[in-house]
């Protein structure tokens, strides 16, 4: 087994290995699981540094035949887009294993080995080149986390179980009926060849909502975004993480690898609705954010918001370049390409920002739950007092998540605004105001959870956070800063890619 | 024309799982009168051992070049060896998980046994019918064994309201299926298959032969969805499913269904082929209401025996649209998907009689409650049932609706497509709640399980493979394919 494939399978069997290990056992388990997460982390860096920069083809390559009667292949590889996600996956699964050290005291071996498994599915989700076996870990990556909300869940567990599960199996079935017939067209169920398949503009309209249908509810989009605060609510802290941080990354790994360049005549067309759907997400949204009471509510309305970013930024290039009749690329309104760029990359960046501030965020909230078991704001007021090492992280990630420059949540809305405006000034303006309504219903949680005066005597009692939620925190705040101070070295892994996949977008297949 | 009946030793040959088949059960049947009560056992070993023979002889016959013997009336090819081996093999695990069940409610009894080999012997027959008549007095060893199966818990209410609900029922799709074979019989003047594809494909056909071809046909196919169960022709299958005793309900809900693919094929794939365009349009409607009619229905059921009734019928109506397509890769396709929902349904029904117990049965969803904690093992195998059952990969019930719609799709009919995984959505609810009861519900009492060693093994076994099977689907798909 080469690199990718080790990094799909060794959690899935590390998972298994944990069920073995059993409940009855949790420190064993507990101790094997973080050993698996931080080998298979470490596996994953590697990626990282033997990755070239240079090239948007696909790397690490692993291909052998797998289904033979359709030419389903088990094809492997990564490229800028995908690598970082994986990263970002096998980083934030280390989070959440720690983080559910001694909360999780009931089926603590199955609740480790759930979050393990769903570390393998979804690498393979992100690495895999073959339409069918993308298919399959998208939707078996559904299992572990439908059992972990539905299990370890709170009170209304059961339905938002079933709704997130059903929801999403909704979207994709779609997806699977476009790939099956892409391959009666085509005759390969490779994405690559997917991307230079030549499709009439009405197939590629069908074909482009019914990948919609399925990404969008994965990111979510407004209007199918409605099962997320509820999966969010109910799920336990670390569903919560995971679930932020990436399951929703994997719609938006589907805009960049189907949507774009499989139908890009479709994208152009449509590309103004998907626009306006993510600004009635940044802005509506971050409205509804403001009056939550539930502080995971009010994370996952943000999460939301903050994901409209993403789908912005990946469709403003349409208004920002056309292919003109000699095949080259020509500007609307004076567009430039680093503008189409700062927007497709700003997209990315803000995947991956959100993966780290999302997943502090639900962290944060955890933090308290674990001590007070309430997400009402209402419940708190003036922790500062009793905890002031976790406030002052607390005040970090909100920052962050408002948007403040310095932090990871800058540079992406940063480079996704400036991308807008090259497009449509409008854009640029409609979307501006998410620092201003997400730096308010942010802050005003903020200041009704941590500032003021202590009115709950039990918020008193606190004890401050233990070694364990010091260390998770800490590395979500250098994480944060690093990414906001420095996203170079990300930016960089990722241009040729985006470079190439911006042609593709603008390439007619007509 | 009419064939010389001409007997030659060597054609037995040809024949010999059936004869072999028929010798044990008359064996078993006699030997079972002079078993003392101690000694009833020895029954089931019989059974299983013939069974297990049974299918190594078929397995040996594999590979055959096709050969129709009896005056061309039983025919030998690797479909019909194939599916042989297949119910043997669903049949001796049948038996398995029968045994526990029988002896858990005091129904252990020789007789059960010998009908159960009866009825497999009938299904042999029906899979290697190459003869109207054949095909006919195959379909009804078959029946009439199953009936009497059902009624063999006489004690149990609703046993008998079945097996008379089941008989009547299935006594009027005989009628109609008579009656058509008639039809065919005497426009084409053959009781042979080949014959009767021979004068069906005739260019020079007149319209008047045309119209009783397909008059004869419409009843053909009527008495095929009866058999299948598929809407409008279900009705009888959620009442004879819970009124039965659990083990009848998992025999009649798996094997059979394969020797009815078998005898579907015979009539209207290698008989009326040539009248696809007829026979398809009924099936497509058939197909889409049993998809429709079986997922929502099947929403509302508390009793998980009728639940999983429903769910057979939505997986009837995807094995025919395998057949809709007119292809050959089609109709690979809805073999495959029939042997991969024998596979599931046997190992529903399996961890049903599992938890079974004198003086309780697992019938109703809420039994489930709590199963994940007190049995997390068998709560993961039926979890990964009920996801397979629900098309959600890796599991093979994935596979087996992906090939399904792969071919729908390149036939042309891609909304049926989307009709068909809307459905599929829905009827994934009603999966996910046995799925809750096991996980996210605490027990309301004590589930304990009394099987013995054999059974959960071979029921883990069983589960597993719905698993393993996922993972490596190909070299299965090909099988399937080969048959036709």
């Known amino acids: ?510 | 024309m009419m064939n010389t009946f001409q007997f030659d030793t060597t054609s037995l040959l040809v024949a010999l799982p059936e004869i072999f088949l028929l010798s044990s059960i008359v064996v078993i049947l006699l030997l079972d009168l002079f078993l003392t009560k101690g000694f009833k056992q020895v029954t089931y070993y019989l059974t299983q051992a013939s069974l297990l023979m049974t299918g190594i002889l078929s397995y040996s016959l594999i590979g055959q070049p096709e050969t129709l013997i009896f005056g061309d009336s039983f025919v030998l090819d690797d479909m019909a060896s194939v599916f042989k081996v297949f119910m043997m093999g669903s049949a001796m695990v049948a038996m398995v998980y029968s045994r526990h069940y029988l002896t858990q409610h005091d129904l252990f009894r020789g007789e059960y046994f010998v009908l159960v080999l009866l009825s497999i012997l009938g299904m042999m027959v029906m899979v290697s019918g190459y003869s109207l008549l054949t095909l006919y007095l195959g379909l009804e060893i078959l029946s009439l064994s199953l009936y009497t199966l059902i009624a063999i818990a006489r004690k149990r209410s609703g046993a008998i309201e079945a097996a008379l609900k089941y008989f009547v029922l299935g006594a009027i799709a005989s009628g109609l299926l008579l009656y058509g074979m008639s039809m065919i019989y005497g426009i084409s003047g053959s009781l042979n298959i080949s014959e009767i594809s021979a004068f069906a494909s005739d260019a020079n056909l007149a319209s008047r032969e045309t119209l009783i071809i397909n008059f004869g046909l419409v009843f053909l196919v009527i008495g095929i969805a009866f058999k299948l169960g598929a809407v409008p022709f279900h009705m009888w299958v959620p009442d004879v499913y819970q009124g039965s005793p659990t083990s009848v309900t998992m025999f009649i809900s798996t094997i059979p269904k394969i020797a009815a693919v078998a005898m579907l094929v015979r009539l209207l794939v290698d008989g009326l082929g040539s009248m696809h365009a007829y026979w398809s349009d009924l099936f497509m409607i058939l197909a889409l209401l049993s998809i429709a009619l079986g997922s929502v229905v099947a929403l509302m059921q508390t009793n998980i025996k009728r639940m999983l009734a429903y769910s057979t019928i939505s997986h009837v109506g995807f094995v025919m649209l395998g057949f809709v397509t007119g292809v050959i890769t089609g109709y690979g396709a809805a073999t495959f998907y029939i042997l991969v929902y024998v596979l599931m349904s046997l190992a529903a029904f399996g961890v049903i009689i599992l938890l079974n117990k004198k003086g309780f049965e697992a019938e109703e969803i809420s039994d489930y409650k709590g199963l994940s904690k007190s049995s997390p093992w068998f709560a993961l195998m039926m979890l990964v049932v009920m996801l397979s059952m629900a098309g959600v990969p890796p599991f093979i019930g994935f596979y087996s609706k992906f090939f399904i719609l792969q071919q729908v799709i390149s036939a042309g009919f891609v909304t049926v497509a989307i009709i068909a995984v809307i459905f599929a959505v829905i009827s994934a609810y009603y999966y996910l709640q046995i799925i809750k009861s096991m996980y996210f519900n605490d027990a309301e009492q004590e589930l304990t399980i009394a099987a013995p060693m054999d059974m959960k093994l071979v029921l883990s076994i069983n589960a597993t493979l719905i698993l393993v099977v996922g993972l490596f689907p190909d070299f299965w798909m090909k099988l399937a394919l080969s048959l036709f």
């Open chain 1, 1 to 510: 087994m080469e690199l990718l494939s080790l990094l799909i399978w060794l959690p899935i069997l590390g998972g298994g290995l944990v069920i073995l290990v059993g409940n009855e056992r949790a420190d064993t388990a507990r101790w094997l699981s973080v050993a698996i997460s931080v080998l298979v982390f470490v596996m994953s860096l590697s990626l990282y540094t033997s990755f070239d920069s240079t090239t948007h083809l696909m790397q690490f390559v692993e291909k052998a035949s797998w289904i033979s009667q359709f030419n389903i292949n088990y094809h492997i590889g990564v490229d800028g887009i995908s690598m970082p996600l994986i990263i970002l996956t096998t980083f934030s699964t280390i989070l959440v294993i720690i983080a559910g050290w001694e909360v999780i005291t009931r089926r603590t071996a199955h609740y480790m080995a759930a979050f393990l498994m769903m570390e393998g599915l979804i690498i393979g989700v992100f690495s895999s080149l073959d339409a069918i076996l993308f298919y399959a870990f998208w939707e078996a990556s559904l299992i572990p986390m439908l059992l972990i909300i539905g299990i370890w869940g709170g009170d209304n567990r059961v339905y938002a179980a079933i709704k997130f599960f059903l929801y999403t199996f909704l979207g994709s079935v779609m997806l699977l009926v476009s790939l099956i017939y892409m391959y009666t067209k085509g005759g390969s169920f490779s994405i690559l060849d997917m991307h230079n398949l030549s499709l009439t503009a009405a197939e590629q309209a069908w074909i482009f909502w019914a990948f919609f249908v399925a990404f969008a509810v994965k990111v979510p989009m407004f209007p199918v975004h409605t099962w997320l605060p509820d999966a969010h609510v109910q799920a336990p802290t670390g569903g919560s993480v995971i679930l932020a941080a990436i399951m929703l990354k994997m719609g938006g790994y589907g805009f960049f690898r189907f949507s774009l360049p499989i139908t890009p005549d479709a994208s152009l067309q449509f590309a103004d609705v998907v626009i306006a759907l993510s600004l009635i997400a940044i802005v509506y949204i971050g409205f509804v954010a403001l009056v939550q009471r539930d502080m995971k509510k009010l994370i996952a309305y943000s999460s939301i918001s903050h994901m409209g970013f993403v789908t912005l930024g990946v469709f403003a290039l349409f208004f920002i370049l056309k292919m003109g009749a000699d095949g080259n690329i020509v500007s609307i309104n004076g567009g430039s390409v680093e503008g189409a760029l700062l927007g497709l990359e700003g997209a990315m960046v803000q995947m991956i920002s959100h993966g780290f501030i999302s997943a502090a965020m639900f962290l944060v909230v955890g933090v308290l739950y674990d001590r007070l078991h309430s997400r009402e704001i209402s419940t708190y007021g003036g922790v500062i007092n009793s905890m002031p090492k976790f406030t002052g992280f607390a005040v970090l990630f909100a920052m962050a998540n408002a948007g403040l420059p310095g932090t990871s949540g800058f540079v992406g809305e940063f480079m996704v605004i400036l991308s807008a405006l090259q497009a449509n000034i409008w854009y640029a303006v409609l979307a501006a105001t998410t620092l201003i309504v997400g730096a308010a219903y942010t802050l005003w949680m903020v200041k009704r959870v941590f500032w003021g005066s202590i009115t709950n005597p039990a918020v008193e009692t606190l004890n401050d956070i233990n070694g364990r939620e010091f260390f998770v925190l800490t590395i979500l705040a250098l994480a944060v800063l690093i990414m906001g101070l420095y996203p170079q070295p990300v930016i960089e892994v990722m241009h040729s890619s985006i470079d190439h996949l911006l042609n593709q977008a603008l390439t007619s297949k007509l």
